[in-house]
């Protein structure tokens, strides 16, 4: 596609959030040859930086035009190569600009696995018309297999931003080991997809009530939890032997493994985690068709366990599963108090075929991207964060895992107007004609949310505008 030139872009009056220059408040952006031309805080800069240290919100009558930086995503599957059916990277990109991002890390899970510093360069090379930064993350180990390490340091040369066998998680503990001393290195985290195959076999929801009910193989929290522990463990010993060494766990799910990351970064080991939208937001028993967000449960009003026509709705199956809503809770206080740092949507497009099959036999995977921001504001209008986090979870926390910092530059007079308005008030409904990415597999289809984006600007361009 062409883009269309946006010589200039006036934002008048809207309310900005920068969590680089930590401010917020109404202001007046105006972008001009890509960049941010001018910046003006309504009541000063001294008020917009206590306005974002106190968390403050648009009241009445403030404007409901939501001003971030472009977001930044650190787990997305475009599956290029191999799956051009499910979604390719001019599909995903296109969603991503969408959801308001720019810039997306993509995982390795590609057919043949991005192992080779080649396969690493094709990526790199494709030009995202609509100007999203793609970063690949590497393969750990050859093919993802978990018995060779990747050539790391040639895939460092190709553009890797990190390394990961997501979705395989490194069963060997020497090769484990060895993976975050040697990206260490190299100065780049190793992240890791926590759980114990031996413990989740065969698994198709949360081990618990809702699993019991509708007759599905439970997945134990302890797949998830003795992997974190005995990753957190070799982190330990690894960093005597490269300080530099740094693990990112992914997409953590549960309230024992998130509190056991709470204890290893208070004993100052170099650790981070993230959190989906989807563990923030949804629970298990949306798989009996209880489609509440996950915050709108309180000890009187628990999950009805009585399957509904929407039960087993395949869009809901995903690795780790959803579980109940206090690991929901957990997911969100760990926002909350900085245990994890970032939200990672791992958008997993499937194509039909994948998903229009029994329950236990559907590919795991929820196609994120496009809601991520939408589900955050959801939180956000519960009460659960306030704007400022919402930027920073979306932003600057997933850039400093990458220790990619160029990604986060904010809003600053003279930087990239790279930018995602949102109206705070709009709805909309996921659908096939709303969506754009190749495949929607989202349990959001037909829910109507609050927060829609309008426009995302990269370099000053536009990446998507509503209609
Ligand atoms: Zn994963």
Redesign the pocket.
Known sequence: MSRPRAERTLLKDHWVVDPVSRRAGVATIEVHSGKVARLEWRDGVVEARRAFIEGAEPGPKDPKRLVLPALVDL?AHFRQPGAGASEDVASGEAAAAHGGYGAVAL?PNSEPAADHPALLRELTRTTAPRGVTLMPIAAATLGRAGRTLAPMAELAAAGAVAFSD??NPIADPALFRSALITAGALDLPLIE?C?DPALTQGGEAADGLVATALGLRPWPAAGEISAVARNIALLRDAIRDEPRARLHL??LSTDAALDAVRAARAEGLPITCDITPHHLSLTDAWIAGDQRWAWEYSEQHQASLTPTADAYNTNLRV??PLRDASDAAACRAALRDGTASAIAT?H?PHSREKKEVEFGLAANGIAGIETALSTLLAAHAAGEFPLSLVAALLTTGPAAVLNQPALARGLAVGGPANLVVADLSATWVPSRKTLIGRSINTPLLGKTLTGAVLLTLLNGEVAWKAE
């Open positions: 787990h995982m997501d979705g997809h759980e992914t997409h690795c780790p791992d997993a």
